[in-house]
């Protein structure tokens, strides 16, 4: 249904009114066969306190990009509490935030974890690319001033290990997961705030979203404790984690309506003492390997 009958406008005015919580109109409306994204977009509009515009005009079931505030929070990513036990693993929960969805975790590789990938990457990395927004094809970019490699899902009994502490960890099938993509920034190395997900807008969006549909979440983990600098910002929510050893930030970004949350913006400061090194696990909407 592309269009919304004005009794059902009505219905969603009078119900905000009454406090009802918009996930609870968008989900009737849904049952009612209106597309999630046109649910959103006309409960938003009036829980948001903005105008409707004049007219609903027919909206594709894309991706959305929406405004800062306008994403529907669900309960996105893993249900934690003080620690997640993982079939191998105690992991801590040292800090999480609902809006956006992030979560610190301590203790997630041990030492000797972050060591050994550390040196099996050391002799395969090379100067890092970034996706072209045109283009959609990996090239080397100015605001990323690190040098990676990555894994292959299950490359290695090793690999296949941490693959499967990550997949229990963020609650996301290994077959839905990128495989560990490595980083090593040296002094003054730094990347530039960014989304993870591939903003719907971008033309070259398309060709990544069509294998596996769109990132839904990540997890940075730290694996070494950096002298000075490297943290990771979220400037929109001023947000700065230092990189420890062993720990990793993770944050959820695309919600059932296939919103992304612009409050993910994010990036990695200059080292300016030491150098800093991670694994970045990016998992999708769908089975990516
Ligand atoms: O190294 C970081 O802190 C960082 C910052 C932003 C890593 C990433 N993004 C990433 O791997 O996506
Ligand atoms: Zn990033």
């Known amino acids: 249904m592309n269009a919304i009958p004005l009794e059902w406008l009505k219905w969603v005015d009078e119900n905000i009114e009454r406090g009802v919580p918009p996930k609870t109109l968008i989900d009737r409306l849904i049952q009612n066969n209106f597309s999630p994204t046109l ?45 997640v036990k993982t079939t191998d693993r105690e992991i801590t929960v040292l800090m999480t935030i609902n809006k956006p969805r992030v979560i610190l975790f301590g203790n997630v590789f041990s030492k000797e974890e972050c060591e050994q990938l550390i040196a099996l990457s050391r002799p395969k990395i090379s100067r890092s690319t970034t996706v072209d927004d ?21 490359e290695t009994p090793f690999i296949a290990m941490l693959d499967k502490r990550i997949s229990e960890l963020m609650q996301v099938p290994v077959a839905n997961g990128e495989g560990l993509q490595i980083l090593n920034y040296q002094v003054g190395g730094e990347y530039k705030p960014h989304f993870d997900y591939f903003p719907p807008e971008i033309p070259g969006s398309a060709v990544h979203i069509a294998r596996g549909g769109q ?45 992304v949350d612009p409050l993910t913006y994010h990036g990695g400061n ?5 150098e800093k090194w991670i694994t970045t696990k990016w998992v999708r909407q769908r089975e990516y390997w």
Not at 42 to 64: D, E, N, Y
Not at 234 to 251: D, M
Not at 270 to 274: A, D, F, L, S
Request: aromatic share 8%.
């Open 134 to 154: 045109a283009s959609g094809r990996a090239e080397q970019h100015e605001h990323r001033t690190s040098s990676g490699t990555f894994f292959h899902i299950n």
């Open 270 to 274: 200059p080292v300016i003492r030491g």
């Open 215 to 259: 990132r839904v979440a990540t997890l940075i983990i730290y694996l070494n404790t950096v002298d000075e600098g490297g943290e990771t910002i979220l400037p929109n929510i001023g947000l700065k984690v230092s990189p420890v050893q062993g720990n990793a930030l993770y944050f959820a970004y695309t919600n059932s309506f296939s919103q």
């Open 39 to 83: 649910a959103a977009q006309i409960v938003m509009a009036k829980a948001s306190g903005k105008p409707r515009p004049a007219q609903v005009a027919p909206v594709a079931s894309v991706v959305q990009h929406v405004q800062n505030g306008d994403f529907i929070y669900e309960e996105l990513g893993p249900k934690v509490d003080l620690s």
